[in-house]
């Protein structure tokens, strides 16, 4: 059975008109007097009929072929059966024209047969076409459809993981700033140490003055007071000295104690000129009484060599004084635990030391802090400025220091850290800072 097919309907009407058509072949092949006749014309009302049928209906347009090609044996047997009928001596006369017809209209009849062939398998294969195409489409919307269904489901997914994500981000930032903190608080720390034991000294000096200034007035009103001009004098000249000494060391604790309050600050990113030598002194200082004040037995070397040609700069001092206690605080550990290791092996001569020097350049200032520690092995030294890497012991370092450092210099700055580094000799931080 081919593609094209007709409803069980019409296909029930054309076996009925079949049967039809083999009964009235049968009576008229009886060749009965007026009944085989009567056969005749009833099976061309019903040829005619079968015709009209076929041509006016939607569902049998692809017989329409058939119906042409048989068409001329139609009328030339029903011209030629009326013909009979009406005249059969001339029917006689005229039968080899008659029959000549009907076969021009078979050789039509086949030729017109095979062409609806042709067309017949031309249209089913052409909606064999459309089946497959159909059926492509078919299989395209139910693939679009479950791609679809699995887009949406892993968007949902992707959602979820991205505000999982999200979470787990703003938890790290909140550790982060809390560890930040907590690295600041740290060093403030060891810095409040180191300033009150750096203060104590012109405080120390300040209180002495003070006493030996009072008991010089008093010799000085006595002196005013028996008519001694000269001595009264000298005495004056030895205040006049001490009052010098005292605002000496006045200002140089007031300086400390800017000091501690510009770290102690959330800073403001504001540039300042600064005596980067002076800063360099005081954050040394600073550091090492830090320690000692964390550890008594805790005894280092340290030094400072300056550039006196160095002039103030556009830095923001309280950050880069925290990078500077953050270096030197680090040379101080290094050596000191260098010193450590060397003392359980039985040599107890070493001294840790730290050293800061400052040299002016053409571009700006150049700082190296130097520790005669243990050094940094090549395969970290790319990792020590990522923010959580350390190489202290649990609890001895938040591994943010020298990300903080590299933060303020680079981004602060605009300048340049490096770091050079012997391993078993020595560790040296290059801090470069450009004129701003």
């Known amino acids: ?42 099976s061309f009302v019903l040829i ?54 009907g076969f021009f209209a078979f050789i039509w009849a086949i030729a017109m047969w095979i062409n609806n062939s042709k067309q017949r398998k031309a249209l089913e294969l052409e909606k064999l076409k459309s089946m497959q195409r159909e059926k492509e489409f078919q299989i395209t919307e139910a693939l679009k459809t479950q791609l679809e269904r699995q ?4 968007t949902k997914e ?55 200034s009072t008991e010089l007035l008093t010799e000085l009103k006595e002196e005013l007071e028996a008519g001694n001009k000269e001595d009264a004098m000298e005495i004056l000249e030895d205040v006049i000295q001490n009052l010098g000494k005292i605002n000496h060391h006045g200002k140089r604790a007031d300086s400390i104690v800017k000091g501690m309050l510009i770290h102690s600050r959330s800073s403001t990113g504001q540039k300042e000129l600064t005596d980067i030598n002076a800063l360099a002194d005081e954050y040394l200082r600073l550091s090492y009484h830090g320690l000692r004040a964390k550890d008594k037995s805790f005894t280092a070397d340290f030094k400072l060599e300056e550039d ?14 925290r990078v500077l206690l953050n270096l030197i605080n ?11 290791e060397l003392a359980k092996q039985g040599n107890a001569e070493f001294l840790p030391k730290v050293t800061v020097s400052t040299n002016k350049t053409n571009s700006g200032v150049e700082i190296r802090v130097k520790d005669n520690g243990n050094g940094i092995p090549e395969d970290i030294k790319a990792k020590i400025f990522q923010p959580f890497f350390t190489t202290k012991p649990t609890g ?41």
């Open 396 to 436: 001895k370092g938040t591994g943010l220091g020298l990300s903080m450092s590299y933060d303020i210099v680079t981004k602060g700055h605009n300048g340049e850290i490096d770091v050079i580094s012997e391993p078993g000799v020595f560790t040296e931080f290059v801090i470069k800072i450009p004129n701003q």
């Open 151 to 154: 887009v949406a489901q892993r």
């Open 330 to 340: 680090n040379g101080f550990y290094a050596a000191g635990e260098k010193k450590k």
């Open 158 to 212: 992707l959602t979820n993981q991205k505000n999982e994500l999200q979470h787990a981000l703003q938890d790290l930032q909140a550790a982060q700033n809390q560890l930040i903190h907590a690295e600041k608080m740290a060093s403030l720390g060891e810095l409040t140490a180191g300033i009150a034991h750096e203060i104590q000294n012109p405080l120390n000096f300040v209180n002495n003055f003070s006493d030996v």
């Open 1 to 42: 059975m081919g593609l094209i097919t007709i409803s069980p309907e019409w296909n029930r009407i054309f076996n009925g008109g079949m049967v039809a058509a083999g009964v009235l072949l049968a009576i008229i092949s009886l060749h009965i007097t007026f009944i085989s006749d009567l056969a005749r014309i009833v």
């Open 48 to 101: 005619g009929l079968i015709v009209y049928v076929t041509l006016k209906t939607e569902d049998l347009q692809h017989r329409k072929g058939m119906i042409y090609a048989w068409l001329p044996i139609i009328g030339i047997e029903v011209i030629q059966a009326l013909v009979e009928i009406i005249s059969e001596s001339f029917y006689k006369n005229y039968e080899t024209y008659f029959e000549a017809a």
């Open 308 to 321: 006196p040609s160095l002039e103030k700069m556009n830095v923001v001092p309280g950050d880069l004084g």
